[in-house]
């Protein structure tokens, strides 16, 4: 083994030539220069920008405005200091029309107490509607499900409220109670 032939040099050489070969192909420093500018990649034509069409809008729900019963039972209630509602009183008035600057009873608290209206309305099958004009925390339930909510507002507002029925009787409760201030609760017709 001490002896270098003809064929080692051969190989040995050979490699060495392998080897520089595959330096100068795999280095990416050797061939790389500073004032390369990258080139521009094209796929093709640029794709046209999408434009919506209009399609068919659906047709409004027509609504039926409901004529404000006769009558309502009126139920007054006074906010207990202890939590809860204590029944104050019950009677029928012939119209939603309620306006009063102070509690409804001499011995009621002031900004403590809430009324409760009720009444079987006849909704037509469909869509229903009609509009309270109200100065107090009013929430409207037909059959037992909430319809529509008012917050206390700063002065009298107008709260429509709109439900779906499948037609004939239909329960109607208004809640309204009295935070502060004036209290009003209409039917606006």
């Known amino acids: ?47 046209p920008t999408a434009t919506p069409t209009l399609g068919p809008t659906a047709t409004p729900v027509p609504v039926t405005r409901l004529a404000q019963p006769e009558s309502w039972r009126l139920t007054y209630y006074e906010a207990a200091v202890s939590g809860g509602d204590i029944l104050t009183g019950d009677s029928f008035v012939r119209r939603l029309d309620l306006v009063s600057e102070r509690a409804p009873f001499r011995d009621m608290r002031d900004d403590a107490w809430s009324a409760v209206l009720s009444q079987q309305v006849d909704a037509a099958a469909g869509r229903n509607a009609f509009t309270l004009e109200y100065d107090c925390a009013v929430t409207v339930f037909v059959d037992d499900e909430e319809v529509a909510r008012g917050e206390d507002p700063d002065g009298p507002a107008r709260l429509e409220v709109t439900f779906d029925h499948a037609g004939g009787e239909a329960a109607l409760r208004v809640e309204a109670r009295d935070t502060g201030g004036p209290f009003l609760l209409r039917w606006v017709d």
């Open 1 to 47: 083994m001490s002896k270098v032939g003809l064929r080692e040099v051969v190989a040995l050489g050979a490699l060495g030539v392998a080897a520089f070969i595959g330096f100068m192909f795999l280095d990416p420093t050797s061939t790389e220069s500073t004032s390369h500018t990258p080139g521009d990649i094209r796929l093709g034509a640029t794709p």
